[in-house]
């Protein structure tokens, strides 16, 4: 990013925060915020990896499968199994090939990773996403933004998806830092306002710049 470029005003508000340790951890949302998501780009690579009409990739079982992996209620392999008892084939597919047609619906969004970069001259920053091992591999196999990263709260490993309180308080462990010196940025509002009052008593405390990246 060109030095002339300003920053959008939150990120401006933030570093000038952190001159007062108002601001202590950032953590990022990963889809659609540091990398842009184009679902539909994968889907005549899946179909034809599967062997089933495009029409029939996304379907309502894939999608309920999909939620069990974020929270790492599966390996790999059983996801891999189950996908293909969904699509109805028995053909050989490997992770490699999954690990594959997974890198193309992600591509990195310059301009929000550019400010992540400059805040990390400032301020720690962790990643904190709904998202499955696969993805992650993919992920590392395209961009290099995991290893700029101070820490990964991942909700497979955590075993909760945002906006489960559960997430956001094992997020504050790991960044070692109170409710009130963290902010959290997100494309989607309703992840970091919580529905149960449990969770919003949490997540409220957050400090919160909602990126609206389109």
Do not use: C
Request: aromatic letters at 8%; glycine letters at 2%.
């Amino acid at each position: 990013m060109p030095n002339s470029r300003k920053l959008p005003k939150t990120i401006t508000i933030l570093t000038t925060s952190r001159t007062n340790n108002l601001i202590k951890a950032v953590f990022f949302d990963l889809g659609n915020v540091l990398v842009k998501v184009n679902l539909e780009s994968a889907i005549p690579q899946i179909a034809e990896l599967f062997r089933i009409p495009e029409k029939a990739v996304m379907q309502a079982p894939i999608l309920a499968l999909e939620k069990k992996f974020e929270r790492g209620q599966l390996t790999i392999a059983e996801y891999l199994v189950e996908v293909k008892n969904i699509y109805h084939t028995d053909h050989s597919i490997s992770v490699d090939d999954l690990e594959r047609i997974w890198q193309i619906p992600f591509e990195l969004n310059t301009d929000v990773w550019q400010i992540a970069l400059r805040l990390r001259r400032q301020v720690p920053l962790f990643l904190l996403s709904n998202t499955n091992t696969l993805h992650i591999r993919a992920i590392r196999r395209k961009f290099n933004i995991l290893e700029n990263m101070d820490g990964l709260i991942l909700s497979f490993e955590v075993g909760a998806t945002k906006p489960e309180a559960a997430i956001y308080q094992y997020a504050l462990r790991k960044a070692e830092v109170t409710a009130e010196q963290a902010l959290f940025i997100d494309d989607l509002e309703e992840m970091s306002l919580a529905p149960s009052d449990s969770a919003s008593k949490l997540t409220n405390l957050f400090l919160r710049v909602i990126l609206k990246i389109f």
